[in-house]
């Protein structure tokens, strides 16, 4: 089946590291990926990862991917106030184009 | 390059009323997802059209849901005779491939709100 989980909530100090997982059951995903959504707009892709690859880092956004385990994680470092949203993971098959989305972790970022 | 375009931002409707939300993909996509966004959820997946074509639309309400993304023009998500529960985001996707698997690109959304 279809099923991505998250966590609903995380908060983190500025400066610090924030690390945002997420679980997916289907094996035959090929793409995995983190969308950022701020308040009342719509979602910003961040980053992606085929699921050939186990780490990705882009600035100071690193995936990492565990496929054994189908587990994905967000690492923001240095996460600012402006980080503060919700963050969506997502994944994807070869044999359709719909996405298929976590609930979300809302992740709030305090001074 | 302009990004997804979506249109009415924001959309109240009485019950029993049409809503018609209208999706620009990006220059040069083919390819157009619908994507319902109830509060305090995630995002799911309704249907992915190419031109004139419904490629999948197993996410779609069977009854009072419609989407056509026609040759010319925009894509419209048609929600007939609308009810409460159909008060959500409704976000509209883009991209330029055939098959699924490359990077969707989102627009702003059209918020839904059923009085």
């Known amino acids: 089946g279809e099923d991505v989980e998250q966590s609903l909530f995380l908060s983190v100090r500025e400066g610090d590291s924030s690390v945002i997982n997420c679980t997916y059951t289907?094996?035959?995903?090929?793409?995995l990926y983190w969308y950022k959504q701020e308040p009342g707009a719509g979602l910003q892709l961040l980053t992606y990862?085929?699921?050939?690859?186990d780490m990705k880092q882009d600035q100071r956004l690193t995936v990492l991917l565990n496929k054994k385990d189908k587990h994905l994680s967000l690492r923001i470092a240095d996460t600012q106030t402006g980080d503060s949203a919700i963050y969506f993971c997502?994944?994807?098959?070869?044999?359709?184009?719909?996405?298929?989305f976590g609930q979300g972790t809302e992740l709030s970022v305090k001074p | 390059n302009a990004g997804v375009m979506q249109n009415p931002r924001h959309l109240v409707r009485r019950r029993g009323q049409e809503a018609r939300l209208r999706c620009s993909p990006m220059?040069?996509?083919?390819?157009v997802y619908w994507y319902r966004q109830l509060p305090e959820e995630g995002l799911k997946f309704m249907v992915y059209?190419?031109?004139?074509?419904?490629?999948?639309e197993s996410g779609m309400p069977k009854e009072r849901f419609s989407a056509e993304f026609p040759k010319e023009g925009p894509s419209i998500l048609r929600i007939q005779q609308v009810v409460r529960g159909d008060s959500a985001a409704y976000f509209c996707?883009?991209?330029?491939?055939?098959?699924?698997?490359?990077?969707?690109?989102f627009g702003p959304g059209t918020r839904l709100t059923v009085l």
């Open positions: 996707a883009s991209s330029p491939l055939k098959q699924g698997g490359d990077t969707q690109y």
């Open positions: 289907d094996s035959s995903s090929t793409y």
């Open positions: 990862i085929f699921s050939n690859m």
């Open positions: 997502a994944e994807t098959y070869n044999q359709g184009g719909k996405l298929i």
């Open positions: 220059k040069g996509h083919s390819h």
């Open positions: 059209l190419q031109k004139e074509n419904i490629i999948d």
